[in-house]
């Protein structure tokens, strides 16, 4: 835990998110202009057109950060009070790397039915909705049903960010292996959503359906597979890969293989040295598991990888969707998107492995959070992708979207540096590993 105990930190601040102002208040009588009488006129001008909502309110730049706790992190179904922790850092780092107001709404939905009548209901507060921390598969019958019902940008972190950083980072280590997608063995370990999301995204990204092969608890994905019944994603993956109807476990599978994308059960463990070495040289291996990858890239490494990612910062080439989510929902947010597109994912995936292509080598494949230029470069890619999809509002430079996200990013840092030199932080609450509750 290094010098800091998260507990103490958390009960310090009581969380790590808060609202402040964003305009200058100088008297009372600015609050005539903010509140009653003059906030009565942009609330009529949004009755006659309910889109001025996104200029004369926080609309654009607001998202909800939804979650019913039923798969939070490593930490399985703890319900949506205990997930709050992980919805307020995830909104921290939406502020920190993207200058987006992301609110925690962590309800008690267990069903897909609950969930999507709240996310209707609150819809029209926010300019997007983050899907976070929900069982498969719940998460994509709410995913699915979201989508088709709402105008704002659904967007499924599970699906939609670990399959853009994903893609992203293989398109730079086929780069430095030498290899092409279009030529190469591609093994998925895991259907869940994280699964179902890269491989649809990897097929769309330069991936061939003949050589991608999906892989589940029970074995090789395949379209005549009796015991995947009613699943219509699985099914939905039976009938975009694995075209030779190759039939097998996953061992087997990974004979011959270019590249491996775990996104399966915490390890280690889970893949051996041993599995490794039967796929093909200078092969590939993402280890993606939370918290602990499902093989440790010492291990892959001996047998044979080439390239090793895994979501540790503490190993190189971590495959952290903070690459993807803010700047994305920063360039959506910039166009007023209706929705998320498989177009607005290749941009951001393309950009952020553009981002780190002039310093490639087995050891560095993706941009850190640290690179400031990746967030500015990611937003604009999608900002562009949006508005070249048709699925954009409103139509803007993208030149402009580059420009206001470095000036939004480094005026937050700013406000973070001046807080923290005058001691502007709020930590005047008691302690309350040290109290005691009523």
């Not at 300019?127 to 704002?152: H, K, Q, W």
């Not at 398109?171 to 999301?197: C, H, P, Q, R």
């Not at 991608?212 to 005549?224: E, F, P, R």
């Not at 954009?392 to 540096?417: G, S």
């Amino acid at each position: 835990m290094g010098l800091f105990n998260p507990l103490k930190e958390h009960a310090k601040y009581r969380g790590k998110i808060q609202v402040l102002s964003k305009v200058p208040i100088q008297s009372l009588h600015d609050f005539s202009v903010w509140y009653t009488p003059g906030v009565a006129l942009p609330c009529l001008e949004i009755f006659k057109n309910a889109v001025k909502a996104y200029s004369y309110t926080n609309k654009s730049n607001s998202i909800a950060i939804m979650t019913n706790g039923t798969r939070v992190l490593g930490l399985g179904n703890i319900g949506p009070g205990a997930g709050l922790p992980v919805m307020e850092g995830k909104a921290l780092i939406f502020k920190i790397l993207g200058d987006v107001d992301a609110f925690p709404l962590c309800i008690r939905a267990p069903d897909a039915a609950s969930f999507v009548s709240v996310a209707r209901a609150v819809e029209p507060s926010f300019g997007g909705i983050n899907l976070e921390d929900i069982e498969s598969p719940v998460c994509f019958e709410i995913n699915d049903e979201l989508v088709n019902l709402l105008d704002i940008p659904v967007f499924h972190d599970d699906q939609h960010g670990t399959s853009v950083v994903v893609l992203a980072a293989l398109i730079n280590a086929m780069k430095v292996v030498g290899k092409k997608l279009a030529e190469a063995k591609v093994v998925v370990l895991g259907a869940g959503s994280a699964g179902y999301g890269v491989s649809k995204l990897l097929l769309r990204g330069g991936v061939v359906s003949k050589n991608l092969v999906v892989v589940d608890s029970k074995g090789v994905i395949y379209a005549s597979r009796e015991d995947l019944g009613k699943n219509k994603w699985k099914l939905e993956l039976a009938t975009l890969s694995n075209l030779g109807g190759f039939r097998g476990n996953f061992v087997e599978a990974l004979v011959g293989a270019d590249v491996l994308i775990a996104v399966s059960k915490p390890g280690p463990g889970t893949i051996t040295t041993e599995m490794v070495k039967r796929m093909a040289s200078d092969s590939i291996v993402f280890a993606c598991a939370n918290p602990n990858p499902e093989i440790m890239p010492d291990d892959a490494k001996k047998g044979g990888a080439r390239i090793v990612a895994t979501g540790l910062s503490s190993y190189p080439n971590q495959v952290n969707n903070s690459l993807v989510f803010p700047a994305m929902f920063r360039g959506m947010l910039d166009v007023w998107a209706r929705r998320i597109n498989d177009d607005m994912k290749i941009a951001a995936a393309s950009e952020i492995a553009k981002v780190a292509e002039s310093q490639l080598s087995e050891d560095y494949i993706l941009p850190t959070m640290e690179d400031q230029e990746v967030f500015p470069r990611e937003a604009m890619a999608v900002g562009k992708a949006a508005q070249d999809s048709d699925v954009a509002r409103l139509r803007v430079d993208p030149n402009e979207i580059y420009e206001k996200t470095k000036l939004r990013l480094e005026r937050y840092r700013k406000i973070i540096d001046y807080m923290s030199k005058e001691d502007l932080f709020p930590t005047i609450y008691p302690n309350l590993l040290n109290g005691t509750t009523i």
